[in-house]
């Protein structure tokens, strides 16, 4: 391990357990300087040394070694062959579809991050990509929705914001009988809980503007591949159409991989506490938890994952009661978005979830009783202090 000379002459690493992984990196340090911390390079072009000699890079759009710190640990992280670090969770989402044709068939996910379901809508459908939603805990409802040109199956799991379930390998099954691209969206558990390639998906995406991250600080999107036909095609896709991550937020990703581990299992134990505490509230209806033993796809959970993540939903016995907490809350914030070190609440009906048809909406459970907890790592006990006061 110690002696790298250059920016290719990375090792995988594959004797060490994940957690260290998380903090070495694919580099780790930098081999020119040794510097423990990777570098930023913040150069948008480098420089050759003659005609037909370079130093293996040569335009950032293309090719930048922060970049491609990035791009390898998350490779090694997701047990691919290949990843790519772009400017969002979106960017990841629309360089996946890039790989339909028109006149191809998606089916998703019901319980679906709003963005990746108007992107279909608005964007795709324009293209001449057909699409179509189904509940992904239910594989007859998949099998039947399954069409001629069915060429890829998006799942979320579990969902936001319900907390569904999917079986991935078994889903992967059916993906590889009929010769589609199974892609997973990995952004609630990330890998420290669940590996999708390892499960028969065949690409994983991230918002690493979430757990990968970490802090609420920067957008991020991720992509890791199995098959070198979709390395080559998204690698051609990214240097193409720009949508890349920018130096400094693949350092601030890398940074947050650091303690992703240690993180992830205090978003674990505190989800556990505040998730059953949530139960015995006279004004809490419902929780849904991945980590609850009555939850319907419990076992497929404790089979595929090893954890829970942090990612709790739950729905009060009245809008009032939900807009009250909304207003109440004081260690905990009401914002966007999830995975950070801070407590956040959402309302999903018209956070994130406003783009979806309301009939769907109800079916679904998203309606005004309903509030979204990505549990930080903060004390539970304060976290559930806060949520007593907000309740009150
Ligand atoms: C946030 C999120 C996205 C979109 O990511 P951005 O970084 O906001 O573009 C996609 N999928 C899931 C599950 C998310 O939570």
Same mark, same amino acid.
Do not use: C, K, R
């Given at each position: 391990m110690k002696n790298f000379k250059n920016y290719n002459d990375y090792s995988k690493k594959e004797e060490l357990a994940f957690e260290s992984k998380t903090v070495h990196g &694919?580099?780790? #340090?930098?081999?020119?300087?040794? &510097?423990v911390s990777f570098p930023i *390079?913040? $150069? $948008?072009t480098f420089r050759h040394i003659a005609l037909g000699q370079d130093t293996g890079y040569s335009y950032s759009r293309v090719k930048n070694p922060t970049r491609e710190e990035l791009e390898r640990t998350m490779a090694i992280l997701e047990e691919g062959i290949a990843g790519f670090a772009v400017s969002s969770g979106m960017a990841a989402v629309t360089s996946v579809l890039s790989l339909l044709n028109p006149g191809d068939h998606i089916i998703l996910s019901d319980d679906l991050y709003g963005g990746t379901l108007h992107i279909n809508e608005i964007f795709f459908s324009r293209y001449g990509i057909e699409f179509s939603q189904v509940d992904m805990s239910d594989l007859k409802q998949l099998n039947e929705t399954i069409r001629p040109n069915t060429k890829m199956i998006f799942v979320e799991t579990p969902t936001n914001p319900m907390m569904k379930v999917a079986d991935i390998k078994e889903i992967s099954k059916i993906a590889k009988s009929i010769n589609a691209v199974m892609v997973v969206d990995n952004t609630f558990l990330t890998p420290y809980y669940q590996k999708p390639l390892t499960l028969g998906a065949d690409i994983v995406i991230h918002s690493g503007t979430k757990y990968l991250g970490g802090h609420n600080d920067t957008l991020a999107g991720i992509i890791v591949v199995k098959k070198q036909e979709h390395a080559d095609f998204i690698l051609g896709q990214v240097k193409t159409f720009g949508n890349q991550i920018a130096p400094l937020d693949a350092w601030l990703i890398l940074r947050g991989l650091k303690t992703l581990t240690v993180r992830m299992k205090q978003h674990n134990e505190n989800s556990i506490k505040v998730a059953n505490w949530l139960r015995k509230q006279p004004k809490v209806k419902e929780v849904y938890f991945?980590? *609850?033993?009555? #939850?319907?796809q419990y076992s497929i959970t404790k089979e595929q994952t090893t954890g829970f993540g942090g990612m709790i939903s739950f729905a009060v016995d009245s809008e009032e009661t939900a807009k009250k907490i909304l207003e109440k809350v004081d260690l905990i914030m009401f914002a966007e978005s999830l995975g950070g070190t801070e407590t956040l609440i959402t309302y999903p009906l018209t956070q994130t979830h406003n783009s979806v048809p309301e009939e769907i909406r109800e079916k679904l459970g998203i309606t005004g009783k309903l509030l979204r907890l990505s549990v930080g790592i903060e004390e539970a006990d304060d976290i559930i202090k806060d949520l007593e006061n907000a309740l009150k």
């Open positions: &694919a580099l780790g #340090h930098d081999p020119m300087t040794g &510097a *390079f913040q $150069s $948008s991945v980590g *609850f033993e009555d #939850h319907p």
